[in-house]
């Protein structure tokens, strides 16, 4: 939630940086969800690509033994 509050802070600002989450937020807000479903669905993506590229080393350093 601190980052998705942060985002927002810097939207009203004028500082925030082009992301997924600027622009989320600019196109329709919260979508009819709570605050902690669209910080969760804003990160998501992020977790998926830790978790592949975790498993990809977790194979190829049992390969390589």
Known sequence: MTYLNDV?????????K?????????????QGMTNIKVAYALSTPFSAGVDTVCRLLIGYCGAVN
């Not at 927002?8 to 925030?16: D, E, F, H, I, L």
């Not at 082009?18 to 919260?30: D, E, H, M, V």
């Open 8 to 16: 927002r802070q810097c939207n009203k600002v004028g500082t925030a």
């Open 18 to 30: 082009g992301c997924i989450a600027t622009y989320s937020l600019l196109r329709g807000g919260n």
